[in-house]
């Protein structure tokens, strides 16, 4: 084991001891170690004293320049995952994704240079930062919603659950994750109100249902609790909690049945949509979405058409109000 991987081990160590999110573990460890195996294969660099700026701005370079797929972290995948086959094989990589390594990279250097001190100087602080490509969101329209609301067979305990979870995760803009993890002690029909206690950031927040939700909710909580015994509000047939993957797939053959690209994340995209179209404000929307602060929130959800604008600002023109 090279110096660099020990550090890398080392500093997964010390990731998971701060109980970060699996996700971002493995972004870390991937990131990390195909720039470890760059620094050895391309400036026979293995020691973390050795990494100077200079190696960190070749990197950059050769990230636009090799290609999408073209290494593995472990090069015997490339016979399972057969990455060559891909449609996608060797386009350029993006912006965004050449940011999030960076990112890693730095998380990682500040680690050894203001953590373990194994470093006197930090090889990033020079290094410019990638600004991220911004993709717009894909937004659905009212009459596409309304098709795919209708689409599910609610005939079925499996139908009935996925149309239930549908319409709560666009009312309320949870993440798939946090429904599916739901108690029904979690929900307080009095307030309209659910408690979120696996937030992503780990920091219990509240979400907000509508009158219409409320009685959707009663009726499949009474339907579930004749046929399913369950501590979960939305389980499986056998009362186990629902995997994000199986509904998923579930909802993105109903998309298909209709001729809509969708996935649960679209949901929340669309209630943030919505929110600020009826006229909700962005602080209360940051709020509920679980975010950090209210330009995060208006960074992410700032895709409206055209006519969505001119419709909003027909609502209100300061002209018009002031002449009314």
């Given at each position: ?34 720039f ?70 730095k ?5 050894l ?17 990638i ?8 937004t ?7 098709q ?27 993440r ?49 609790d ?9 389980p ?12 998923e ?12 690209h ?63």
């Open positions: 084991m090279t110096d660099v991987e020990f550090q890398i081990d080392n500093f997964m160590l010390y990731c998971t001891s701060k109980n970060l999110a699996k996700k971002t573990l493995a972004s870390y460890e991937q990131s990390l170690k195909l470890a195996q760059y620094l050895q294969r391309e400036h026979n660099v293995d020691e973390v004293k050795r990494i100077q700026s200079g190696h960190i701005r070749h990197y950059i370079k050769y990230l636009r320049e090799r290609g999408k797929y073209t290494v593995a972290v472990k090069e015997s995948t490339k016979g399972i995952n057969y990455p060559d086959h891909r449609t996608d094989y060797r386009k350029p990589i993006s912006s965004t994704t050449i940011a999030n390594y960076i990112r890693n990279i998380v990682f250097f500040n680690y240079h203001k953590v373990e001190r194994e470093i006197s100087k930090n090889p990033m602080e020079t290094i410019e930062t600004k991220p490509e911004r993709k717009v969101k894909q659905l329209t009212n009459q596409e919603i309304k795919l609301l209708h689409a599910f067979d609610v005939s079925t305990l499996h139908g009935y659950r996925n149309a239930t979870i549908t319409r709560l995760l666009f009312d309320t803009g949870m798939v994750n946090e429904c599916l993890s739901l108690l029904p002690e979690h929900i307080d029909f009095i307030h309209r109100s659910i408690l979120i206690t696996n937030a992503k950031n780990k920091q219990e927040r509240f979400v907000y249902f509508s009158p219409t939700m409320t009685n959707e909710l009663k009726r499949w909580l009474q339907y579930k004749r046929y399913v015994q369950s501590n979960f509000v939305f499986t047939t056998k009362g186990t909690k629902l995997e994000v993957r199986n509904f797939y579930a909802l993105r053959q109903v998309g298909q049945k209709i001729g809509v969708i996935h649960p994340h679209l949901l929340r995209n669309n209630f943030a949509k919505y929110y600020i179209l009826n006229g909700g404000d962005w602080f209360t929307l940051s709020r509920i979405l679980g975010h950090s602060s209210v330009e995060v929130t208006q960074k992410a959800y700032l895709d409206f058409t055209d006519e969505e604008i001119s419709k909003k600002y027909q609502k209100h023109s300061p002209l018009q109000h002031l002449e009314g």
